[in-house]
């Protein structure tokens, strides 16, 4: 992804690993405190998806991911702009397990286990084409 988004463009990564999803619980703010989410965050100006979706994996869950293709995009529930979601990868599988540098709790889901947690509004439309996802 090589083009600029528009301002307020949040991405976030369903980093796939051995059949299963990686879910991040939320610690901050108070009100989301608790929720579940996809790692990623804001696009900085400058950025391109595929940059952000990388350093903001780096700096919240401390691994290298490979993004590889869009999953869909809803209306940010929280401010302007909206969220869209990539697949990925870890770049090195063998270079360390992530870890909750920025959440209470990671995870990892199968298919079946999506449900299982309170996902955030805007992650929780992902669902579908999550679960798609790890059916390939």
């Given at each position: 992804?090589?083009?600029?988004?528009?301002?307020?463009?949040?991405?976030a990564a369903?980093?796939?690993?051995?059949?299963?999803?990686?879910?991040?619980?939320?610690?901050?703010?108070?009100?989301?405190a608790g929720?579940?989410?996809?790692?990623?965050?804001?696009?900085?100006?400058g950025e391109?998806?595929?940059?952000?979706?990388?350093?903001?994996?780096?700096?919240?869950?401390?691994?290298?991911?490979?993004?590889?293709?869009?999953?869909?995009?809803?209306?940010?529930?929280?401010?302007?702009?909206?969220?869209?979601?990539?697949?990925?990868?870890?770049?090195?599988?063998?270079?360390?397990?992530?870890?909750?540098?920025?959440?209470?709790?990671?995870?990892?889901?199968?298919?079946?286990?999506?449900?299982?947690?309170?996902?955030?509004?805007?992650?929780?439309?992902?669902?579908?084409?999550?679960?798609?996802?790890?059916?390939?």
């Open positions: 992804m090589t083009g600029k988004p528009p301002a307020g463009t949040v991405v369903a980093i796939v690993h051995g059949g299963e999803v990686l879910a991040a619980q939320r610690s901050a703010p108070p009100e989301l929720m579940w989410e996809f790692p990623g965050g804001k696009v900085e100006p391109t998806e595929f940059e952000a979706l990388i350093r903001e994996c780096q700096e919240e869950v401390g691994v290298t991911i490979a993004p590889d293709r869009f999953l869909g995009e809803v209306p940010n529930p929280y401010g302007s702009g909206s969220v869209r979601l990539w697949s990925a990868v870890l770049s090195d599988p063998d270079g360390g397990s992530p870890v909750a540098l920025e959440h209470l709790e990671l995870r990892w889901l199968s298919a079946e286990e999506l449900s299982s947690v309170d996902w955030l509004p805007g992650n929780r439309q992902f669902e579908a084409a999550v679960r798609l996802l790890l059916s390939e």
